[in-house]
């Protein structure tokens, strides 16, 4: 019975989300993706089937690869937006209801898609994690070479996957599994290569992986980061009113050491790394609680943090059993995000930064933003004692 419940839930939940990304609300401003990858996509259909050429494009070769399915489904969709746009967020539902299939808790994986809104319908992140969540699947079932099969391709889409790549080994390496540990790096980097060669012979080129690669290292501190809003506040504090916007690469942000925050994540990344080498019972065999506070440390002290990056880590709940209290505090994170952005977020970036009202959508970040740290904060203690 509960599971039917659990069932009935889930098809309600996608129709929910399916409504909303139809409501100009979140529309409006989350097809903006989705229109920048049919724009990568026509681009190739309109000069000879070939990406030669293409300039000033932030996606890697494995995501692009990924942009055709849509067109694979509708051949109208390679020319034709209003034809690619529904399609591109049925793939998307799809991907979503890969997650359900995979995962075990499926409430807790029902209530986060509710809270989190239909981003992920606009989005290319929850193809990310689900190849991220296969990865851990198959590594805990001791299909190394698969485990690092998927995590090349989620690298692939997306870098920071890349993160947790010494973790799987650090396991393998302790337990003296150094062929399983080799078997899995060399699928890995197959897995990365394969979408490379497919983008060459499409037209592409090094220079052209290189630049998308560049075009997210020059991003400025978005404004919805946790150092964004600190950066706001202090302006506040300081001078009466929030700092000058800046836009560029696809955000808004705020001036600050952007440089230095390109590298600072690897400083508590590699301390909890040390701290994971000299626990034994966090290398004995994979723990999910491992890259779950990896990637909420990683997102807390990074420059950028999208609305969608929050399902980084929200992908993984399922697998960590969270307490009740952190539970709600990833609902209220979840839900106060949505609120931010799309709902409010032409009177947060019109209203709050340009005319120095409406602070309550500032407040509603803020409260986002420390619910994060708080979420980390208990990731962290519940490592420590595992």
Known sequence: ?????????????????????????????????????????????????????????????????????????????????????????????????????????????????????????????????????????????????????????????????????????????????????????????????????IFLLLGGSLAQVSSALGFHSQKLISIESVPGSLITGWSLLTNGHPPELIPGNGIWAVAGPATFFNKLWMIPIALTYGFVYIRKGLTHKFNWLVPFGFMLIFLVVSKNLNPQYLWWFMALLPFVKPSPVMMGLILVAALLNQLVFPLYYTTFVEDFYRLNQSYWVYYLLILRNVCLLAITYLSVKRLTNE
């Open 1 to 197: 019975m509960k599971s039917k419940l659990v069932v009935v839930g889930a098809i309600l939940t996608l129709m929910i989300l399916w409504w909303q990304a139809q409501q100009p609300a979140w529309n409006s401003h989350m097809q903006v993706d989705i229109w920048v990858m049919w724009e990568r996509l026509s681009y190739w259909f309109a000069h000879n089937h070939s990406f030669a050429g293409l300039t000033g494009n932030e996606i890697l070769p494995a995501t692009l690869t990924y942009l055709f399915v849509p067109v694979w489904l509708s051949p109208a969709a390679a020319t034709n937006y209003g034809n690619y746009l529904p399609m591109m967020m049925l793939v998307n539902l799809a991907i979503l209801i890969g997650h359900y299939v995979i995962v075990k808790q499926k409430t807790i994986l029902v209530l986060s898609l509710l809270f989190l809104g239909p981003i992920l319908l606009f989005r290319f992140d929850g193809l990310v994690t689900l190849f991220l969540l296969l990865a851990f699947l198959f590594f805990e079932k001791g299909g190394y070479k698969m485990s690092g099969w998927w995590l090349g391709l989620a690298t692939g889409m997306k870098v920071f996957p890349v993160i947790f790549l010494p973790y799987l080994c650090l396991i393998l390496w302790k337990q003296n599994k150094i062929r399983d540990m080799l078997g899995l790096l060399i699928f890995f980097g197959e897995a990365l290569l394969l979408p490379l060669l």
